[in-house]
């Protein structure tokens, strides 16, 4: 994934702390060193960005009620659930999130935590403490929303915030966890929540803080037609027109999903460098269509890979959504149209590092980050794909763990087991969190979420 985006077959790294040293093929250089890992007989590829996600959602997975619902009603039925969240139940999600996406090759995950139940501010700080205890490079964004339904917001008023509470812990974030240095841990960026949910102000003074702290800027942007109609009605614009006078676009920023562009609009982010997180799982789940990757790509919009929350996906799998990528946009389109392998692992790699404004990630180069995946391929999902075995990694199912994951020079996944989990406990502790959730929605909302659902 350099810019040759160079294969190198019977290759080496050498890692010196968290950093890569050198990268070559043929013998590998003559160095002592502490640890030598074989790697034979597998690929070696960058560690995979996860530029999107909801961790929380992990413990509401396929919940039968929403199992047929498009993004509104989804949303509209999930707040009810969500609203019982606090930190425990936050913390074990994201364990279970971050494990998963590890397990899955992914090194460097973001997050966006939007829903702050009454009494319950420190979800941030949870989910930091387990990025932490697992080791994987964290981006956690502070979502926010502000617009009730009594000022023609999607949510219920009591789960929005005051958008002076909603600075002030922007800003406590930032001071007490971001680390602006190169190979930093964890980053924080600021993430109201969507067109829908907040106010203008709202995102015009978060815009503000951001800039002045040197974050950056995330949010839910031109997903569903739904979205489309609320913009015209409520801004009398189309989203991208939105964001655009809200000084929104540019570098800085980053956006989710942007199913519904046009050629315009794409070009316009190409111009301000803004750069999109890809969900094609999620966009497929709740029937909000396939976005322009091609059309991005093609525009130099830097495009990355999102898994979005489990509770639309639904599940944490980074190979399985660079899969979902590349099969999503050859449906009714011409194959000079189609991605490729090498167009969905750059997204999973080097566009996702564009969108979280990390340089240092994303590929096998002298000076980068040590984030390294070893996956083997004498498996029965890879027999018969030796003609090409990294394009097998997208184009084959991929049902198991990789084998090795190394995050800033320290080894967490190995043997495709991940180091210091007792994975067992942490599945029934996060069954025991979801059916609280579900029990508690039950009793203050009278509603049954296990039963399914109308279809509308
Ligand atoms: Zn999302």
């Known amino acids: 994934m350099d810019d040759a985006r160079r294969r190198l077959p019977g290759g080496w790294v050498l890692i010196e702390d968290d950093r890569i040293a050198g990268v070559g093929s043929g013998e590998p250089p003559a160095t002592p060193v502490d ?257 322009p990757v091609r059309e991005m790509l093609d525009a130099g919009v830097p495009v990355g890979l999102g898994v979005d929350g489990s509770a639309s996906n639904d599940s944490s799998n980074m190979l399985a959504e660079a899969r979902q990528a590349l099969l999503a946009h050859r449906s009714g389109r011409e194959p000079s149209q189609w991605l490729t392998a090498e167009d969905v692992l750059w997204a999973a790699t080097r566009g996702g590092a564009r969108c979280l404004g990390r340089d240092e990630l994303g590929s096998l180069e002298p000076g980068k980050a040590a984030d390294l995946v070893l996956i083997d391929t004498r498996r029965l999902s890879y027999a018969g794909a030796g003609s090409d075995p990294l394009a097998a990694l997208v184009f084959s199912p991929w049902p198991e763990p990789v084998d090795t994951v190394i995050v800033n020079g320290r080894v967490l996944v190995e043997g495709g087991q991940l180091a210091g989990v007792d994975v067992p406990r942490l599945v029934a502790h996060a069954e025991s969190a979801s059916a609280a959730l579900l029990d508690a929605a039950l009793r203050t909302s009278g509603i049954d979420y296990r039963q399914k659902g109308v279809r509308s």
């Open 35 to 291: 640890r030598r890992l074989d790697a034979r007989g597998k690929v070696v590829l960058p560690g995979l960005v996860n530029t999107h996600h909801h961790l929380p959602q992990t413990l509401t997975r396929n919940v039968p009620r929403v199992q047929e619902a498009p993004l509104f009603r989804w949303l509209v039925e999930l707040y009810e659930v969500w609203r019982g969240t606090d930190a425990e139940a936050v913390e074990v999600a994201a364990r279970v999130g971050l494990g998963e996406l590890l397990l899955t090759g992914c090194t460097t995950s973001t997050d966006h935590l939007y829903l702050f139940p009454r009494g319950h501010e420190r979800l941030i700080d949870a989910e930091i403490g387990a990025a932490r205890d697992l080791g994987i490079r964290f981006h956690p964004t502070r979502g926010s929303m502000s617009r009730g339904q009594s000022q023609g917001g999607l949510p219920p008023d009591d789960v929005v915030q005051a958008e002076d509470v909603i600075l002030a812990d922007s800003r406590r974030l930032i001071r007490e966890y971001h680390d602006p240095r190169p190979r930093a841990m964890t980053r924080i960026a600021l993430a109201p929540c969507s067109p829908f949910s907040v106010t203008d102000d709202l995102m015009r003074r978060t815009a503000d803080l951001a800039r002045e702290h040197g974050v950056r800027l995330h949010t839910h942007l031109a997903e569903t037609k739904d979205e489309e109609d609320y913009c015209q009605a409520t801004y009398g614009c189309r989203p991208v027109e939105f964001l655009r006078r809200l000084g929104w676009l540019g570098s800085d920023v980053w956006l989710a999903h942007c199913v519904h562009l046009s050629a315009e609009e794409i070009r316009l982010f190409a111009e301000t460098g803004t750069s999109v997180a890809h969900c094609p799982s999620s966009n497929l789940r709740l029937g909000s269509g396939v976005s």
